[in-house]
């Protein structure tokens, strides 16, 4: 991945040694690789150079660029593999069309089409349109019968055009509700301003849901550090994308990345000051607020935290029990 971009061994070997992959830095936004590079930085005392910063960025996005364009070539193949074979088909029913012209020719006008079981019809005209299933057409010859063909109407009615576009849009909700990995991903529901307590109405998450699934990623946490231990591995002393990859795949994938970053600030006011923030959850109630003004409401009563312990917010996570697993958002940090 970092061939020819000047990134150096031990850079790579530190990366390496925190549990990253080239499939998990390629997966990562522009901004997480901007926190990897501090963490080397901050907490792992890295001398990263100008040039690696760069030559990081750099082979992750021709990485990921180069993967897109595979991507689309492969569509783009499929697209004309599939062109060809409409084309095929169409000259083959071209053919077909164009051997069967001649025999058509030889039915004179006072032939007549019947059903093949319309034995009692005393052999009375039949309409093609009403028709659904197949039709039998007697050739005279000097008023001989030499054969009879089958041939197939397709019936084209307002119901048939229907099932059709149900069953498109069951496909379509379908392939909304499955992964690209072809396994079931369920549906997530969203969350809504509740006080302490309170119990979430219909297919909604309340507050307190949401701050247990951060309890949630402590345990696994510490299911992440038995097991490195056991392996003789270095343990992660945060959360990070090796535990949110285990919750997964002990069957916890209603935990996702996004989702606790989003909201991680929301649970430190809760963990430092719990009356602020349950009057907070109080009054957004009440005024009917969704969870999005509720979520940047949050954030000034930490900036007023974090102004009486000098701006220094990342102590203040460190310094509490619960907190001290979770990264400090880059918004506090500004």
């Known amino acids: 991945?970092?061939?020819?971009?000047?990134?150096?061994?031990?850079?790579?070997?530190?990366?390496?040694?925190?549990?990253?992959?080239?499939?998990?830095?390629?997966?990562?936004?522009?901004?997480?690789?901007?926190d990897l590079m501090k963490t080397l930085v901050e907490i792992y005392r890295m001398d990263l150079l100008l040039g690696e910063r760069y030559g990081i960025k750099s082979a992750i996005r021709a990485e990921k660029k180069r993967l897109q364009d595979s991507l689309e070539m492969q569509k783009l193949e499929l697209l004309s593999e599939a062109e060809r074979k409409r084309i095929q088909d169409d000259q083959?029913?071209?053919a077909v069309a164009m051997?069967?012209?001649?025999?058509?020719?030889?039915?004179?006008?006072?032939?007549?089409?019947?059903?093949?079981?319309?034995?009692?019809?005393?052999?009375?005209?039949?309409?093609?349109?009403?028709?659904?299933?197949?039709?039998?057409?007697?050739?005279?010859?000097?008023?001989?019968?030499?054969?009879?063909?089958?041939?197939?109407?397709?019936e084209h009615s307002s119901?048939?055009?229907?099932?059709?576009?149900?069953?498109?849009?069951?496909?379509r909700r379908r392939s909304k509700e499955t992964g690209e990995d072809g396994e079931d991903r369920p549906r997530e529901h969203p969350f809504i301003v509740t006080e302490p307590g309170e119990l979430a109405r219909g297919k909604k998450n309340g507050l307190d849901y949401l701050f247990d699934l951060y309890e949630q990623c402590g345990k696994f946490l510490l299911e992440v550090q038995r097991i490195s231990k056991e392996r003789g591995e270095k343990c992660p002393t945060k959360v990070t994308n090796q535990v949110?990859?285990?919750?997964?795949?002990?069957?916890?994938?209603?935990?996702?990345?996004p989702k606790m970053r989003h909201y991680v600030?929301?649970?430190?006011?809760?963990c430092l000051d719990s009356d602020q923030s349950n009057h907070l959850r109080r009054?957004?109630?009440?005024?009917?607020?969704?969870?999005?003004?509720?979520?940047?409401?949050?954030?000034?009563?930490?900036?007023?935290i974090a102004?009486?312990?000098?701006w220094d917010i990342e102590g203040v996570f460190n310094r509490n029990e619960k907190l001290k697993i979770w990264y400090v958002p880059t918004k506090l940090r500004q």
């Open 244 to 257: 949110f990859r285990h919750a997964k795949y002990t069957g916890a994938v209603y935990i996702n990345k």
């Open 92 to 94: 083959n029913t071209f």
């Open 159 to 171: 119901e048939s055009d229907e099932r059709k576009i149900d069953s498109g849009k069951q496909k």
């Open 99 to 154: 051997a069967s012209e001649g025999t058509s020719k030889d039915v004179r006008a006072s032939d007549q089409l019947f059903l093949p079981e319309s034995t009692s019809a005393d052999h009375a005209p039949l309409n093609i349109n009403t028709c659904k299933g197949g039709l039998i057409i007697p050739y005279h010859n000097n008023g001989n019968i030499c054969g009879s063909g089958l041939m197939g109407i397709p």
């Open 307 to 310: 102004r009486e312990n000098n």
């Open 283 to 304: 009054i957004y109630k009440e005024r009917g607020e969704n969870v999005g003004a509720w979520r940047q409401a949050c954030y000034y009563p930490l900036v007023a």
């Open 1 to 34: 991945l970092f061939r020819e971009y000047g990134v150096r061994y031990l850079t790579m070997a530190k990366m390496t040694e925190m549990g990253f992959t080239a499939n998990t830095l390629i997966n990562m936004t522009d901004e997480e690789v901007d």
């Open 265 to 270: 600030h929301c649970y430190a006011l809760h």
